[in-house]
C-alpha cells in the first residue's frame, strides 16, 4: 500500500471509531485528545505524510480497535510504532 493509501484507511477507521480529524496551521505537528466524549486528532496541514501517519496511528493505539476489521499492512504498521 502506498502512503496515501495507508492515511485513507487510518482517516477512515477514526471516523468509524468517532474521532473527528482536524487539520490546520499549528506551531506544532499535533496529535490526539478528547473534550469530554468526543475524541479529536488535531494536525498541522503542512507535516509530511509520515509525520502524519505516526500521529494517526498512535492516537488509534489509545482507542478499543477489537471489533474494528484492519488491513493486515494497518495491524502491522500500529504494532511496528510502539
Do not use: H, Q, W
Not at 502506498?2 to 468509524?16: P, V
Amino acid at each position: 500500500m502506498k502512503k496515501r493509501e495507508i492515511l485513507a484507511e487510518l482517516t477512515r477507521i477514526a471516523f468509524k471509531i468517532g474521532i473527528k480529524i482536524i487539520e490546520d496551521k499549528l506551531l506544532k505537528k499535533g496529535g490526539y485528545c478528547r473534550v469530554f466524549k468526543n475524541k479529536y486528532i488535531i494536525m498541522d496541514k503542512r507535516i509530511s505524510e509520515e509525520d502524519k501517519l505516526n500521529i494517526l496511528i498512535k492516537a488509534l493505539k489509545r482507542n478499543n480497535l477489537e471489533n474494528i476489521y484492519l488491513t493486515p499492512k494497518i495491524r502491522e504498521l500500529c504494532s511496528e510504532k510502539e
